[in-house]
Each structure stands twice: as structure tokens, then as C-alpha cells.
């Protein structure tokens, strides 16, 4: 069973920064991409950002890119998110997940590619 632990959610006011973490366990997770997702209230999950399994290509929503950075440490089987110039439309929680194919050339982008989840990390940006 894989488990996935979110962390480093906050209350931070806009133009702020916070960086997320996601710890791992399981399985051999620095095998698989890693995504994050979010979910704002009354709206559904949307993807923010994903990383191939040896961390070499990584890829953003339009809402994000330039803002956050999704990066991973596979000797810890963690994987961040670095969010900085936040704003209120940022709000959600924000979830990990842990892409479905071993060592796959593909990062998926979609809920679909993506087998376990976090329980997520509230992020509320202030106006």
C-alpha cells in the first residue's frame, strides 16, 4: 500500500510563498511521476504541476507556470512544490498523487494517470 503525506500548507498572505511537501512510502515511488493537483471549493481537482520519475522534465498548468516549481528528492522519496507569487485564486487544497506506470516516459497530466493520493494540505492566500 503506498502512502502519501502532504505537508507545508498555511495561511499566507498574497505575493507570499510556501512550499509543499509530499513524503512517500510503499513502494519504490522515485520509479513512478509525481503530480500535484488542487481543488478549490465547488470547483473540480485540476492539475498544477507533474514530474518524470528521474526528475528530468517537469510540467505546469498555465495558471502556475513561472509561479511554482515542482521538483523531487528520490533519495528522501519526496517531491515539493515551491510556490511563490501566490495569489487568492491560488486557494485549494493541494494534493500529491503517484503516477500509475513503472519507470514510464510519460507524466501524466490528468487525475487518470495518477493511482494513489494524498489526504491533501489546505492553502488559503489572503488578499
Known amino acids: 500500500q503506498v502512502q502519501l503525506v502532504e505537508s507545508g500548507g498555511g495561511l499566507v498572505q498574497a505575493g507570499g510563498s510556501l512550499r509543499l511537501s509530499c513524503a512517500a512510502s510503499g513502494r519504490t515511488s522515485s520509479r513512478y511521476a509525481m503530480g500535484w493537483f488542487r481543488q478549490a471549493p465547488g470547483k473540480e481537482r485540476e492539475f498544477v504541476a507533474a514530474i518524470s520519475w528521474g526528475g528530468g522534465r517537469s510540467y505546469y498548468s498555465d495558471s502556475v507556470k513561472g509561479r511554482f516549481t515542482i521538483s523531487r528528492d528520490n533519495a528522501k522519496n519526496t517531491v515539493y512544490l515551491q510556490m511563490n507569487s501566490l495569489k487568492p485564486e491560488d486557494t485549494a487544497v493541494y494534493y500529491c498523487?503517484?503516477?500509475?506506470?513503472?519507470?514510464?516516459?510519460?507524466?501524466?497530466?490528468?487525475?487518470?494517470?495518477?493511482?494513489?493520493w494524498g489526504q491533501g494540505t489546505q492553502v488559503t492566500v489572503s488578499s
Open positions: 498523487a503517484s503516477g500509475s506506470d513503472w519507470r514510464s516516459a510519460v507524466v501524466p497530466q490528468t487525475k487518470g494517470g495518477y493511482d494513489y
